[in-house]
């Protein structure tokens, strides 16, 4: 059932949606045209080529199109986090059978690897049991997206069956995830690590050439399995690191696109340069910035100077100004503001920190700090990353909203390497940001960040919290949306009010302004998502 | 005849060009000089009385008025994120000058006990010294800095380390060659005869003959610390937000916003150059009047 | 003079020595490893026991004592090994970057000399007037400004430059072509980042070319050969150029050797794919064998290039003899 806001807010989306889809026009409309090299600009390199062990949209944007994957989110439908199909399995995605325990793929009969080899069940099951099973020191940066696995096996040479402990709704989407490329079964054997160093894929373009910290480039292959596609003749991709170079090689015409996102101002310098030679596609962010507070350092270990933390920050005026000069924009809870999970702007605004009247909130901020006989004299240690956008900007409007209650804070700002480290290991900092960016649009494991520390694996600040943990445990054993809902607003409620365990900043907005030529690609909440290319072509 | 230490004391002071009267050799003879020793004075001034002259709080961030051109409200405008860039840039004085006299002064009075002793004593330390400051010569600075900061973190003292370390060696050579020509003068030897101990030696004798290269290193360090410390905060390594600092302005927003708002880019590009320029003539200047042979870079 | 050399050479050993204890322990002292970084640095999961293997492979897991001593044996047979971060070979890692920043090294001495060896003769001859303080001023200004904020004002300018008078904005390739492939492409992208290295570089020699030129033209066999009733060009340029030519090239060969090292900002600045931007991520991303092999390379290049003009000086003035 949507309330009138919630309405409006979603509506708003698929507005801002369609108006990026209108500019590039439906795609039934206009006849791709074949040829042409897509350029594009990468912010960083990616360290190994291995999906599985990776994390970075670093790794996604220059070598994903070599790859195939089993099931993928619908590149035609890319914001949908219901919507996937079938990349290298057969038809439709299959509906679990065995009380939602048992799904069965089958495999395509046309999948060739670049090095020629036909691409059987085996490598599937090859490759799913490296991603879920990894022999004993092999990393895998999913392994515990796939908790409910139980097994997975390949009856014959075109079936693999994965069997569950449970059913779960967080099934798909985990296999959905763009990161779980198709490797060979006859190389995994040969060295487990050959895909660190070594790309060979089956995807839409073969590997064509690396230049050490420049560019990684790929050709058209020709025998890709959807015949007519890709659309392009080759793609060459450029990294720079600094964000003004790769608005300006847009600007200059030395790259088409970049697909992470780029502030508003990066937008609106380019449109006012190129006019209609430069198309706009923006959309909701599955990323967002969390203030993760030292639970085992004191002040902050009383949960009312923690409220006083959040009760400070200006959201709502914050979402105004900031989304003027950083990608961050909207307003939100703990689950992603454009799935059905996620609060209302009514029940948001019960949470402390997301009232609406600001002078009442810090009024409040300064009595529980008053009450809890806080030192204001003190400075205290905020840790940030080295990245600008967003965290330095949201670091320093953070800061600054914080001295509007009387608090101190010093920013220390390390290079993402230092950054970790303070973070899991020194825990010197009182207050730290920290990310939580996920591919596929997963509300349900995506709050697994704000679960106990014992159980997160990702939880830096320090606490315990048995409430959180069962609420969590209850929505993710329920196939009911209604109960999901209600638990995930149990969730919301102790972790950003009650209990005051970790705080939502804002979360972020995707811009892209790209070059209008680029035609068939189409903007989603998640830069990690719709990045095979095979459907983009060029208009030249 | 008895050679006491007053007459060594007077024999060195005789050596040395009297400060007091330097000074005003160098207004007459130098009209370049004296302006930017003018300018040297209202930066310290700028500086030491920056809550008084800056009309805004230079942290304060205005969200209504992010990105103004220059006005009557914001003479230089304002930044992205709305603070005044005059206010910023006197307060930037302030942070620039504490890290650049820092680096500069630590640098060079520890590259001239280095220098001198090292000169003093000769022979194996000599030799020794020598090649650790070549080590720190050779080794890239950024690279220094980066590993500075990685281990310490950001922040204004750990720049000070940081850019501090590169310049001792510098120094160091330059003093220890000056040091050299002065252990042969016979007064050294003749003050080991009367037994004074090598730190008497080298700091009450030695060290005030080389003042001159000193003073100069001096003076030139503090235009290179400014110019390093502006490149570190480039790179993000130095002091962070948002205290306000030169280099600091210059990264993130400023390219960003060159084109709509160029103001941000350039009123703290102009603040450094001029900085750097009014300390490096003033240190030429002060050279040309100390010891005019002395042409190094 | 052999001996001398001889000598210069034995004596780099220590250096290189103690540059490799420095940059080794250095880079221990920086908190995490790139097995950390890689495996869990976009905040994800990451389990222990794949550390653990990861800091085996790296060989980081050793006691400090092993680690150094394979470091140094791996230098003394020229062999760098891997890159920790991304498994490639050090030497193809370095390979293309190196041949773009030793170009830009180049190009910003040639235009540093072609710059500061006429300007400063006309400012020292001319002095005192008002060529000679509009040099000086214009040299002040180049060792006083910023080398990254003229990068930045250089690319702003041709961007708004070009699409001011030509209607399309124009800016630098961002991929480097080596220049026996695409010469015109090549020096597009290398041609402005070495005028901003340059800018300064020719700040600081045409200062030492002036007061170089000076001092010579004090000189007493310049006051003979004018009595004598030669032209001011031809005693300018046989004699004394010559002559101050001296400490000119020890400015510029030591300033080469830092300009190395000094690359990173500018690199930064126009995104070059350059040895100072390999620098800065090695270091960021805890690559200690990356790192360690780039601080060899740099300061093996300083010191080489101190003796080569040394040498230089020696042989180009037959009074001075080392010992």
Not at chain 2, 48 to 75: G, T
Not at chain 2, 89 to 100: C, N, P, S
Not at chain 2, 255 to 282: D, K, M, Q, R
Not at chain 3, 159 to 164: D, F, P
Request: proline share 6%; glycine share 6%; hydrophobic share 45%.
């Amino acid at each position: 059932m949507m309330k009138g806001n919630r309405l409006k807010a979603l509506c708003a989306v698929f507005a801002g949606l369609a108006v990026g889809i209108g500019a590039t026009g439906p795609a039934a409309a206009e006849t791709p045209k074949h040829g042409g090299i897509l350029k594009y600009v990468v912010p960083a390199e990616p360290p190994s080529f291995d999906g599985h062990i990776e994390t970075t949209f670093a790794l996604i944007h220059p070598v994903r199109p070599f790859y195939s994957v089993l099931i993928k989110v619908n590149p035609e439908n890319p914001s949908s986090t219901t919507d996937f199909v079938c990349d290298v399995c057969v038809g439709k995605v299959p509906e679990p059978t065995d009380g939602g325990k048992t799904y069965t793929f089958k495999i395509r009969d046309d999948v060739y690897f670049h090095s020629g080899e036909k691409m059987t069940a085996q490598d599937v099951l090859a490759t799913y049991q490296k991603i879920i099973f990894p022999p004993a020191g092999e990393p895998s940066a999913r392994k515990a997206f796939f908790v409910m696995v139980d097994s997975v096996t390949a009856p014959d040479d075109h079936t693999v069956v994965f069997k569950l402990k449970y059913p779960s709704g967080a099934f798909i989407p985990a296999l959905a995830v763009p990161f779980n490329w198709i490797y060979q079964k006859a190389k995994l054997d040969k060295d487990i690590h050959w895909y660190e160093t070594h790309i060979d894929g089956s995807g839409a373009f073969i590997f064509e050439k690396r230049e050490a910290g420049a560019y990684i480039s790929g050709k058209k292959d020709p025998r890709y399995y959807l015949k007519g596609r890709p659309y392009l003749d080759g793609f060459q991709a450029i990294f720079a690191k600094k964000q003004a170079l790769r608005v300006q090689a847009i600007r200059g015409d030395r790259a088409a696109i970049e697909f992470r996102g780029f502030p508003p101002k990066a937008r609106d310098d380019l449109v006012r340069a190129l006019g209609n030679k430069i198309t706009v596609e923006e959309s909701d962010w599955n990323c967002v910035l969390i203030m993760t507070v030292n639970h085992k350092h004191k002040p902050f270990d009383d949960v009312r100077v923690r409220r006083a933390l959040t009760l400070a920050v200006d959201r709502w005026g914050g979402s105004k100004y900031l989304s003027k000069i950083a990608i961050v924009k909207t307003v939100g809870g703990i689950a992603f503001p454009g799935s059905p999970l996620a609060a209302t702007k009514e029940e948001l605004q019960q949470l402390a920190g997301y009232w609406p009247d600001l002078q009442k909130s810090r009024a409040e901020a300064r009595r529980l700090l008053k009450e809890a006989g806080v030192d204001l004299n003190k400075t205290y240690y905020f840790n940030n990353r080295a990245v600008d956008q967003p965290y330095k900007i949201v670091g320093t409007w953070l800061i600054d909203q914080w001295k509007q209650v009387g608090l101190k804070f010093e920013q220390h700002v390390f290079p993402t390497g230092p950054f970790y480290a303070e973070l899991r290991k020194k825990k010197d900092y009182d207050v730290s940001l920290d990310f939580n960016c996920q591919s596929v649009v997963n509300p349900l494991v995506d709050v697994s960040k704000f679960i106990s520390e014992d159980r997160s694996g990702n939880n830096y600040g320090n606490y315990i919290d048995r409430d959180v943990d069962a609420a969590f445990d209850k929505m993710n054993r329920t196939a009911d949306p209604a109960e999901q809902r209600k638990y995930m607003r149990e969730m919301e409620k102790l972790t950003l009010d009650t209990h005051a365990n970790a705080f939502i900043t804002l979360w972020w907005y995707r811009i892209i302004p790209h070059r209008s030529y680029v035609k068939g690609w189409k903007v989603s909440p998640s830069h990690y998502l719709n990045q095979a290319l095979d459907n983009v072509w060029l208009d030249k | 005849m008895a050679v006491t230490s007053a007459d060594i004391d007077s024999q060195l002071a005789a050596a040395r060009p009297p400060l007091g009267k330097a000074a005003l050799t160098l207004v007459r003879q130098q009209p370049l000089g004296a302006v930017s020793g003018l300018l040297v004075i209202i930066m310290i001034l700028m500086a030491v009385f920056a809550p008084e002259i800056a009309p805004y709080d230079p942290v304060r961030n205005f969200y209504d008025h992010m990105q103004m051109a220059p006005s009557s409200e914001f003479w230089l405008g304002t930044d992205q994120f709305g603070r005044d860039i005059l206010s910023r840039i006197i307060f930037g004085a302030r942070t620039a000058l504490f890290i650049g006299f820092s680096c500069a002064f630590i640098g060079s009075t520890v590259g001239l006990v280095l220098g001198v002793t090292s000169a003093y004593f000769g022979g194996w330390f000599d030799l020794l010294f020598q090649r650790v400051m070549d080590v720190f010569l050779a080794f890239p600075l950024i690279i220094m800095a980066l590993a500075v900061v990685a281990i310490f973190g950001t922040g204004a003292q750990n720049v000070i380390i940081a850019i501090t370390i590169p310049l001792i060696p510098r120094c160091a050579r330059v003093v220890r060659s000056n040091a050299l020509a002065i252990r042969e003068i016979p007064y050294v030897d003749a003050a080991r005869a009367l037994g004074f101990s090598h730190l008497r030696i080298i700091l009450r004798h030695m060290a005030p003959n080389c003042m001159a290269p000193f003073l100069i290193m001096l003076t030139t360090f503090l235009g290179q610390a400014i110019l390093l410390e502006a490149s570190l905060s480039y790179l993000g390594l130095g002091v962070q937000e948002p205290t306000p600092a030169w280099g600091l302005m210059l990264q993130g927003g400023a390219e960003e916003y060159a084109e709509s708002a160029p103001w941000i880019a350039i009123f703290p590009g102009l603040a450094i150059t001029l900085a750097v320029f009014a300390f490096n003539l003033f240190g030429d200047s002060l050279r040309d009047t100390l010891d005019p042979k002395l042409r190094s870079r | 003079m052999y001996r001398y050399i001889l000598k210069r050479l034995l004596l780099m050993i220590p250096t290189l020595f103690g540059a490799a204890v420095l940059v080794f322990t250095l880079l221990r002292l920086i908190p995490g490893d790139t097995c950390e970084l890689r495996l869990a640095g976009s905040g994800g999961y990451f389990d222990q026991s794949a550390l653990d293997i990861c800091r085996h492979e790296m060989g980081i897991d050793q006691p400090k004592l092993m680690q150094f001593w394979h470091f140094i044996w791996g230098i003394m047979r020229f062999d760098f090994g891997k890159s920790m971060w991304t498994g490639q070979p050090i030497v193809s890692e370095m390979a293309m970057r190196f041949q773009l920043s030793m170009e830009i090294a180049i190009l910003a001495t040639i235009v540093a000399i072609v710059v500061a060896v006429p300007l400063g003769t006309i400012s020292a001859v001319k002095q005192n007037t008002w060529i000679d303080y509009v040099v000086r001023a214009i040299s002040i200004a180049g060792i006083a400004m910023p080398s990254f904020w003229l990068g930045i004002l250089i690319i702003l300018g041709l961007l708004i430059g070009t699409q001011h008078f030509l209607g399309t904005p124009w800016m630098p390739p961002i991929t480097y072509t080596p220049i026996w492939v695409d010469p015109a492409k090549n020096l597009a992208l290398v041609v402005w980042p070495a005028i901003a290295t340059g800018y300064r570089y020719s700040a600081v020699a045409t200062r030492m070319t002036r007061s170089a030129m000076l001092e010579v033209l004090r000189e007493d066999y310049v006051r003979t050969a004018r009595a004598k009733g030669l032209f001011e060009k031809l005693i300018i340029r046989r004699h004394a150029l010559k002559n101050a030519m001296l400490p000119v090239i020890t400015v510029i060969g030591i300033e080469f050797a830092f300009l190395i090292g000094g690359l990173v900002v500018t690199e930064q600045v126009f995104n070059l794919n350059g040895l100072g931007k390999l620098f800065v991520e090695s270091v960021t991303n805890n690559d200690y064998s990356m790192t360690q092999a780039l601080v060899m390379l740099v300061v093996m290049i300083f010191l080489f290039v101190n003796l080569l003009v040394d040498i230089l000086y020696a042989w180009l003035d037959p009074r001075i003899r080392y010992r």
